[in-house]
């Protein structure tokens, strides 16, 4: 079973207002990820590390940022959030090594006002 | 345009029936992987195919990955109500990418 827990699991809140989403994973992977999922629509992957100290930008352009102090935490910071980034955020991890295999965590439902 | 094309987008199938999902890729792929959602959860891992022609099952889950490696189907035997949700394929480019996702093929299956 997979040990990536996100919090928080929904998060209503007021535009202008700046959030961060935590992600935490017990497993020691390397590799962790930040994807945005709209219903119906395809995974878009928005931040990624390979290690501490490391975070590079997906493909998607958002006006987040990440950080990686830890192994196991890779947080999510919106500075001011806006009714487009209303979505729902997952957090994933794998391990160093060439296989993809990612665990995910549960989500988390954002909806900003 | 999409990378990765998969069909159909939603399916409606009897308890007990066979079903068959497909995922087409732009590209040729490095790996192939196969994960299921339940609604508005992450995703878990079902399987994986690097080699062309390779197939994998489990339980009653089969997946191939044709030999060109650029699709992909997931075929369910004598689907069941567990079988239920979101269905999505990931391409890996390169072996250490990250993976880009199809939308999904969104199952229901009904008794």
């Known amino acids: 079973e997979a040990d990536i827990y996100q919090t928080p699991r929904y998060l209503v809140i007021g535009t202008g207002k700046k959030i961060t989403l935590e992600c935490s994973q017990t497993m020691g992977h390397d590799k962790m990820y930040w994807y945005q999922q709209d219903p119906g629509m395809e995974l878009h992957l928005i931040h990624y590390s390979y290690g501490v100290n490391s975070t590079e930008k997906g493909d998607l352009s958002s006006e987040s940022t990440v950080s990686r102090i830890r192994t196991e935490h890779f947080p999510l910071t919106l500075e001011s959030a806006r009714p487009s980034h209303t979505s729902q955020y997952l957090c994933?991890?794998?391990?160093?090594?060439?296989?993809?295999?990612?665990?995910f965590g549960s989500g988390t439902q954002l909806s900003v006002l | 345009s999409q990378e990765l094309e998969q069909s159909p987008q939603s399916l409606i199938v009897q308890e007990g029936k066979n079903l068959t999902i497909n995922c087409t890729s732009s590209?040729?792929?490095?790996?192939l992987y196969w994960y299921k959602q339940k609604y508005g959860e992450g995703l878990i891992f079902l399987m994986m195919?690097?080699?062309?022609?390779e197939e994998k099952s489990h339980e009653k889950i089969t997946a191939k990955l044709d030999e060109k490696k650029q699709q992909s189907s997931l075929h369910i035997t004598a689907s069941q109500p567990s079988h239920a949700g979101i269905y999505l394929c990931?391409?890996?480019?390169?072996?250490?990418?990250?993976?880009?996702f199809g939308k999904g093929t969104r199952l229901s299956v009904i008794a």
């Open positions: 994933a991890s794998s391990e160093l090594s060439g296989v993809e295999k990612l665990f």
């Open positions: 195919l690097q080699k062309g022609g």
């Open positions: 990931g391409a890996d480019r390169s072996g250490n990418t990250p993976l880009v």
């Open positions: 590209k040729t792929l490095y790996g």
